[in-house]
């Protein structure tokens, strides 16, 4: 399973990232919404960990953009 953690409290995302690969899980970071998107749009997640207030892109915003594209 592989997952996009979108969040820009680095510890956080360290933290997050870690605990996700060690239970086994193929992790990619973004650590603001537009690079979140760039990802989300251009790789297959099965699941986003998304936080909503980010920099550069809220994570409201980054959801209703990907939906459009990808559904």
Known sequence: MRILV???E???LQSLCLVLREEGYAVDAAS???N???QALNYDYDA???DVMLPKLDGWELLERLRRKKL
């Open 6 to 8: 979108v969040e820009d």
């Open 10 to 12: 680095r510890d956080l």
């Open 32 to 34: 603001n919404g537009e």
């Open 36 to 38: 979140g998107l760039f």
């Open 48 to 50: 986003i960990v998304l």
